[in-house]
DNA sequence: ACCGATTATCGAAGCGCTTCGACTGAAGCG
DNA sequence: CGCTTCAGTCGAAGCGCTTCGATAATCGGT
C-alpha cells in the first residue's frame, strides 16, 4: 500500500534541482555533472520513483509499449507460439519496451485502435499468411511493423522467418546422403494448406524442389492431428510404396503419432524407416527415439523481430526479408 | 500513413462544441442533449479520433490496461497457458482493457515497475507456486491483483482455480463407479511437485482421499515427458500390480505417450485398462481411442479473474477464493 | 584580462485529456 | 411571478513528464 505515487517534482526538491534536471539524467539527453547526477540518483532510489508511464508518453510521443499480435487458429502449434512471444517480450524489455497483446479476434480494427490511440508505438505480427488481411492496414499504418512470416506481397513490409523452403529441402538432402531414394514429407492438417499458410506451402515446396535436385522420389501429403487418421495415412503409406525408407515431418502434433503408428506396423526407427522432424527440441528429445530435426528457431526469430522494429522506430531502413538459416540436428532417428 | 493523430480540439472544433462536452459524450459521465452527442459523434467518426492513451490516462489515473503475468517454467503445459492467456485478453476488452505481457523472467521487479509506473491498473498473475516469491510484494502492492492459482497462504489475496482436488476425487469416483477396485495416478514430473506447483499437488490429494473414501486401492506416480521413461513407468506398474484396470493421467505431455505404452505392452483401453485424463478436450479427442477426461476450464478461469479484477478495480469487495468446479465428459476410454 | 565557446542548469511551455466549478436558459413550484 | 432546480454546456486548471531556449558559470586562447 504505497500511498500517492512519487512524482518527478518530488525528487526534484528532494535532490535540491530542477524538474527539468532530473528528467535529463534519468534520459541521458544532456550533459549533467557527476555530482548532480549522483544526488539525483540517490533521491530517485530512495523515494522508490518510478516515472509515470501515461505522462511520459504524453509529452514524449513514445510510449515505450509495442504490441504483440497473436493469431488464434487452429493448426498452428501453440507451444512454438508462445515461445515467439516470451522472445519477444524479453528481447523488448531489453530495449526499455514493454509489449501489449493482441489477439486476432478483434480483427484489423484491434490494431488501429492500439495504433491510433498511441498505446503502442510499433507492431509485431505474428503466423502472417499468404493473404492476410491485416497486411494492407499494415502497410498504411503510421507505426511501424514487422512480421514474422512472409503474407504473398511483403512489398513495403518488413519480415522475419525461418526459411522454411530451405529447411524442407534441408531434411531431404539429409535423407538422400543416408542413401535413402524415397521419401514423404507429412506436413500440416489439409486446412492449414487451404488457409494459405505461408510456412506449410514452403516447406512443401522446398521438399518437392529437393526431392526433384536429389533424384529421389518422394511425395508431399498432409497430415491430421489425431491419431487414428495419423495411423491410417501411415498404414496407406507404408502400403502403396514398399520402397519408402524416409519421412519427414512437419507436424508437431503428430510427430508422437507417427512414431506410434509406426511402432504399430512394425517398422523401425531408424532400422526401416528414419525420420527427420521440423519440430522444437523438447518435442525432438522426448520422442522414442530422439528425432533428427531441424528446429524453428523461435527465440531467434523473436529477438531479430523486435530489433528490426526497433531499429524502424529509431528511423533507420531496415531490409525487407530477413530469412534464417535452419540447421539440422541429427539424433537417432535417422 | 495517417498524418498527425487527430486530437479531442479537432473533433471540438468541428462539431462545433467544447472539449470538455466531447469528453462527456464520449465517457458518459454528464447529461448530453441527444442533437449535440449525434453531432460529436459524427465528427467522431468523419474525422477517424481515438483518444491518446497516454492522455487519457495522465489526466484520468486510469491507464485501462491490466498486467498479465505468465510464468515461464519448465513442466507447465504452454497451450493451456495460452488459453488462460487468450480468454484473459478476450475477456479485458469486454471491459475496455487492454492487456500488457509480462514474464516471469524479470521478477518482482517487473510487476513493481508496471504498477509503480502506472503502466497498468491491476493485475493478473498466472500459475501460482504454493511458495511464490511474488506473493508477497502483490499483497502490499497498492494496485489489485488476482491469482491464477493458490499459494499455501492466500490470506488477503483474490485467487482463483479449477478445484484440482475435486478433479482428482472426481476421476477415481468415476472409474470406481465402473467398477475398477485399483487404480493409479500418472502425475506431473516430479520436479513440479518439488517445486511446490499447487495444482499438481492438489489433484495428488484429491486422488489419495478419493481413494481412501471409495475403499479403494491406489497409488500417485509422479510422471515424466518422454516416451522411453513412461514406458518404464508403465511396464514398472502393470508388473507390481497386476489388478490395475484403471488409471488416470494428469499430464498432458505424457498422455500420447501413456496411451502408446499401453499399446505396446498389448494393454487394450478400455478392455484391460480404463484410462481418464485431466487435460485440454483437443488432446482427449485426439487420442485413440478418445479420452474420458476433466478438462481444465481455462476460458471460465481466465474469464472469472478479470471479472474480480475489475470489480477489484470499481472498489467492490470480493470473495478472497473462488474454487471452479470440473465436469468430467466420457468418451471411449473408459 | 577579455571574448566566444562550452558546460551545466533552470524555467516554462506544452503534450491531449478529464474533471471541477460556473454559467445559461428553461422548467417546476408555491 | 419570482425563486429554486436542473439539464446542458463551457472554460480552465491540472495530470506528470519532456524539451526548448535562456542563463550562468567556466574555460582555453591570445
Redesign the pocket.
Known sequence: MSG??V???EVARHA??????V??V??G?????A??RRRVLDSVRVLG?H??AG??A???KRANVIALVLPLRAGVHVPVLMQFATSVVTAARRYDHDVLLLTADEGSDGLRRAAASALVDGLVVMDVELHDSRVPLLRDLAEPSVLIGFPADSAGLTCVDLDFARAGALCVEHLAERGHREVALLGAPSVVYDRGTGFARRTREGFVAAVGETGLTGVALPCEENFDQVSATIAELLDSRPGLSGLVVHNEAAVGHVLGALRQYGRRVPGDVAVVAICPDDIAERSSPPLTSVLIPAEEVGRQAVRLLMEKLEGRAVPDGTLLQPRLTVRDST
Chains 1, 2 share one sequence.
Open positions: 500517492r505515487a512524482t518527478i517534482s535540491g534541482v530542477a524538474v527539468s534536471t528528467s535529463y534519468l534520459s539527453k544532456r550533459a549533467i555533472s555530482d548532480t520513483y516515472p509515470n505522462a511520459r504524453l509529452a514524449s
